[in-house]
């Protein structure tokens, strides 16, 4: 799968590539690509465009930084962690 990112004047953003959304808030989106974890951090965003089919997601708002990070490791689930 192809990824792509455009950056428009630092307030409109299309990420290609998408392979699953962690999560999205007004301050920071983080998903994972298919070429690793990304993560979007600014001010106001706001998702405007969600093509599953497609992959793409379109993020609006004034971007302050795109950082890839390191791989997610799976979460342990809660009880597992309290039985420790």
Known sequence: MEHNI???DRSNLVVSGI????SFSDKKVEVRTSA????VA???LDMNKLSIED???SI??????????KDRKPQESF???LFK
Request: no cysteine; aromatic share 6%.
């Open 19 to 22: 392979e699953h959304i962690y």
């Open 79 to 81: 009880i597992k962690r």
């Open 55 to 57: 992959n793409v997601i």
């Open 6 to 8: 455009t950056l428009k």
């Open 36 to 39: 690793g974890e990304l993560v």
């Open 42 to 44: 600014g001010v106001n």
């Open 60 to 69: 609006e708002g004034t971007i302050n930084s795109i950082i890839y990070s």
